[in-house]
């Protein structure tokens, strides 16, 4: 169904080519405030021209005189852009709504996303409080009710925009298009995977622990939110699970290599990369199954199935109830 509520628009090849660079250009216009402070703040800075890149690229924004907040809310800007000209282009590019794009159902099924975002962030407080009994070391409170509480409004209100359009362009946008292309649902989910680490090549996780650690972590979450895409027919359980792991990364626990560089409740000296893969493993595994009970999933056969081209059926059945009506 999340395949066939693609077709009632226009999919051609150009259409998705316009489509892919005006939700660049989107991001490219919301990363412009960003753009400004830094440039502006550079003739002042106290790093050298290496120290000035290295925190530009860690974003840590605090290392070049920027409240953390407000360097938060400038990265955001790019993906609310981003998110802009996605939902703007449908209705005249593909002639069809951009509800397409995140759902074949009626409309947006919201307790989908919020089963996802807690049941998620509860396996996230579950496993973290493991890791804290078992090492309470390595974690160091660091509360500031001043600073937390514009990051707590910016989270709940800003964040969320950011996660959304990662997922409406890549397991929504482009896995629709390259499904309807290719005839199968494999492929996509396969390409867009990959294509979602490769967009987080840039974060500082990949340079602190090594591109190949990293990459299999990016396409492993790439898979299971893929999985749970097409299996639900719908991106609301990806939107939950993507905004539950951005929240609480930036709000309760973060590290010095994160891509979230916040004033969250605690930080963490050490993270065991490997540890954090294979849990993501586990994790992952758990969470299908359990969807696949509450939502009574049928086969993961379905995975591989091809796409069938609905539409173009049903409008040779309604021509050929035309011709019968005549006769």
Same mark, same amino acid.
């Given at each position: 169904? %999340?395949?066939?509520?693609?077709?009632?628009?226009? *999919?051609?090849?150009?259409?998705?080519?316009v489509g892919?660079?005006?939700?660049a250009?989107g991001?490219?216009?919301?990363?412009?405030p960003?753009? !400004?402070v830094?440039?502006s703040?550079?003739?002042?800075?106290p790093? *050298?021209q290496e120290?000035w890149?290295n925190?530009v690229?860690s974003?840590?924004f605090e290392?070049?005189? @920027?409240?953390s907040? !407000?360097?938060?809310?400038?990265?955001?800007?790019?993906?609310?852009?981003?998110l802009?000209?996605?939902l $703007?282009?449908?209705?005249?590019?593909?002639k069809?709504?951009?509800?397409t794009?995140?759902?074949?159902r009626?409309s947006?099924?919201w307790s989908r996303? %919020?089963?996802?975002?807690?049941a998620?962030?509860?396996l996230n +407080?579950a496993?973290?409080? !493991?890791?804290?009994? +078992?090492?309470p070391?390595?974690?160091?409170?660091?509360?500031?009710l001043n600073? %937390?509480?514009?990051l $707590?409004?910016?989270s709940?209100?800003?964040?969320?925009l950011?996660t959304?359009i990662?997922? @409406? %362009? #890549?397991?929504?946008?482009l896995m629709?298009? @390259?499904?309807l292309?290719?005839?199968?649902?494999?492929i996509?989910? !396969?390409? #867009?995977?990959?294509?979602?680490?490769v967009?987080h090549?840039s *974060?500082?996780?990949v340079r602190?622990?090594?591109t190949?650690?990293?990459m299999?972590y990016?396409? &492993?979450?790439?898979l299971?939110?893929?999985i749970?895409?097409?299996? =639900? =027919? &719908?991106?609301e359980?990806?939107?939950?699970i993507?905004?539950a792991?951005?929240?609480?990364?930036?709000?309760?626990v973060?590290?010095?290599?994160?891509a979230?560089? #916040?004033?969250?409740m605690?930080?963490v000296g050490y993270?065991?990369?490997n540890?954090?893969?294979f849990?993501?493993?586990v994790?992952?595994?758990?969470?299908?199954?359990?969807?696949k009970?509450?939502?009574?999933?049928?086969s993961?056969?379905?995975?591989v199935s091809?796409?069938?081209?609905w539409y173009g *059926?049903?409008e040779?059945v309604?021509?050929?109830?035309?011709? =019968?009506?005549?006769?």
């Amino acid at each position: 169904m %999340f395949f066939k509520v693609a077709q009632q628009g226009q *999919n051609k090849i150009w259409q998705y080519i316009v489509g892919v660079v005006a939700v660049a250009l989107g991001a490219m216009v919301g990363q412009i405030p960003l753009g !400004v402070v830094l440039l502006s703040g550079r003739e002042d800075s106290p790093l *050298n021209q290496e120290n000035w890149e290295n925190a530009v690229n860690s974003a840590d924004f605090e290392t070049l005189g @920027i409240n953390s907040n !407000v360097g938060l809310v400038l990265m955001l800007l790019s993906f609310v852009g981003a998110l802009i000209a996605m939902l $703007l282009i449908m209705k005249p590019l593909h002639k069809r709504s951009a509800k397409t794009v995140i759902t074949s159902r009626s409309s947006i099924d919201w307790s989908r996303v %919020f089963f996802a975002f807690f049941a998620w962030f509860g396996l996230n +407080l579950a496993t973290e409080a !493991v890791m804290f009994a +078992l090492d309470p070391g390595n974690y160091t409170w660091q509360f500031d009710l001043n600073m %937390f509480l514009p990051l $707590l409004a910016i989270s709940l209100f800003i964040l969320p925009l950011q996660t959304s359009i990662e997922e @409406i %362009f #890549t397991r929504g946008y482009l896995m629709q298009g @390259i499904g309807l292309g290719t005839k199968s649902r494999i492929i996509p989910l !396969v390409i #867009t995977s990959v294509l979602f680490g490769v967009l987080h090549l840039s *974060n500082p996780e990949v340079r602190a622990f090594g591109t190949g650690i990293m990459m299999s972590y990016y396409i &492993g979450v790439g898979l299971m939110l893929g999985i749970l895409t097409i299996m =639900d =027919d &719908g991106l609301e359980l990806a939107l939950g699970i993507h905004a539950a792991t951005n929240i609480y990364g930036a709000t309760l626990v973060t590290f010095k290599s994160s891509a979230l560089q #916040t004033a969250a409740m605690w930080s963490v000296g050490y993270v065991n990369i490997n540890v954090m893969v294979f849990g993501l493993l586990v994790a992952a595994t758990l969470f299908i199954l359990l969807c696949k009970w509450k939502y009574g999933w049928g086969s993961f056969s379905k995975l591989v199935s091809p796409i069938e081209n609905w539409y173009g *059926n049903d409008e040779v059945v309604l021509e050929e109830n035309l011709i =019968d009506k005549i006769e």
